[in-house]
């Protein structure tokens, strides 16, 4: 994968990230019982997101180029977008949400027990994938340019 294509997919990761972010703080004003289900999945998604930003730092530095193990962020952040996408998906109810509201009918929370740990398990997993690649690149010191 090319530099700039990596920086563009993390760019367009993020933008998603918000958008279900968005999504989850109006179902916890919407959803009580659900607090702490919607916490923790954001929090998971801090996490992601993090793990994006060190991607994308470390992809426009000056070794960018170099660092392989970098280079094969394709997969984790393909599966990162999907499994967002899904969850954007099973929370947003769509433009009959105003008219649900006008008609005093609350919005149900879309996940079970089960449901939250397999999203929170999916999202720790595309997070894991990425800092480990993080992690090779970070060891890796490509020798100095320097003569």
């Known amino acids: 994968m090319e530099v700039l294509g990596a920086t563009a997919s993390v760019a367009a990761l993020v933008d998603l990230s918000v958008k279900v972010t968005s999504l989850l703080v109006q179902y ?11 916490e923790r999945i954001k929090s998971e998604l801090t996490e992601l997101k993090s793990a994006w930003d060190n991607v994308k730092k470390l992809l426009d ?5 170099r660092l392989a193990a970098s280079q094969n962020f394709a997969i984790a952040l ?6 967002l ?3 954007e998906k099973t929370l947003d109810p769509g433009t009959g949400r105003s008219a649900l509201r006008k008609l005093g009918v609350r919005l149900k929370w879309p996940l079970d027990k089960k449901d939250v ?3 929170i398990q ?6 894991q994938m990425i800092s480990l690649g993080l992690l090779v690149d970070q060891a890796y010191v490509p020798p100095s340019l320097d003569v």
Do not use: F, H
């Open 85 to 87: 996408e899904d969850l």
């Open 117 to 119: 740990g397999k999203t």
């Open 61 to 65: 530095g000056p070794n960018g180029k």
């Open 28 to 38: 916890s004003k919407d959803v009580r019982r659900a607090t702490a289900d919607i």
């Open 78 to 83: 393909e599966d990162s977008r999907s499994r």
């Open 122 to 127: 999916d999202l720790a997993s595309c997070t």
